[in-house]
């Protein structure tokens, strides 16, 4: 849940709502996530999109990466499973 506290008067917008909720946490952004997980979150059985080899320096948990993209689609930009991989 999100509290929007408006002081000026004025009805908050969607986008300070949006732009409030996607500053509050682990998902936020790649460099929030990889304090956690320094070399991102993927489904368990993830394989990097571009080369086709299993990637396997990230943390497995097909859970946590969906709880990341549900949160911010942004972190897996090529739709491959890992969010915020680093190569």
């Known amino acids: 849940m999100v509290a929007v ?3 000026s008067g004025a009805p ?5 709502v949006v732009a ?3 500053t509050t946490g682990i998902h936020d952004n790649c460099t929030k996530l990889r304090q956690r997980w320094p070399h991102g979150v993927g ?5 990097d999109k571009t080369s086709g080899t ?4 990230f943390h497995r948990s097909t859970r946590q990466y969906r709880r ?9 930009r090529d ?3 890992i969010a ?3 190569r």
Not at 12 to 16: D, N, Q, V, Y
Not at 43 to 47: D, G, K, L, P, Q
Not at 68 to 76: E, G, I, Q, Y
């Open 20 to 22: 409030l909720a996607h």
């Open 68 to 76: 990341a993209v549900n949160h911010n689609p942004t972190l897996d």
């Open 5 to 7: 506290i408006v002081l």
């Open 84 to 86: 915020c991989e680093k």
């Open 43 to 47: 489904r368990r059985r993830a394989v």
């Open 54 to 57: 299993p990637v396997t320096n």
């Open 79 to 81: 739709k491959d499973g």
């Open 12 to 16: 908050a917008t969607t986008a300070s």
